[in-house]
């Protein structure tokens, strides 16, 4: 069931598609190298992230030592 605002919001994606494909190959030729360059960037600092998280998940997962449990001599 299509409300006027998804008519809307799918008939501007079309429009935006149908000017993006048409300067596709001047927007390519201008920001493919700083598009790579940002992609790289942004790609490292999402494996960064992502390796920190998981090693906070696992460290806050590792059984730690109660210490009643701790046997004194």
């Given at each position: 069931?299509?409300t006027?605002?998804?008519?809307?919001?799918?008939h501007?994606l079309l429009?935006?598609?149908?000017?993006?494909?048409k300067?596709m190959?001047?927007i390519?030729?201008?920001?493919?190298?700083?598009?790579f360059?940002?992609?790289?960037?942004?790609?490292?600092i999402n494996?960064?992230?992502?390796?920190?998280?998981s090693?906070?998940i696992?460290?806050s997962k590792?059984?730690?030592?109660?210490?009643?449990?701790?046997i004194?001599?």
């Amino acid at each position: 069931m299509y409300t006027r605002l998804s008519f809307f919001l799918n008939h501007a994606l079309l429009e935006f598609l149908i000017i993006l494909f048409k300067n596709m190959w001047i927007i390519f030729w201008v920001y493919s190298h700083r598009f790579f360059t940002y992609f790289i960037i942004i790609y490292q600092i999402n494996c960064i992230f992502a390796c920190a998280s998981s090693e906070l998940i696992s460290l806050s997962k590792s059984p730690s030592i109660e210490p009643s449990k701790i046997i004194k001599k």
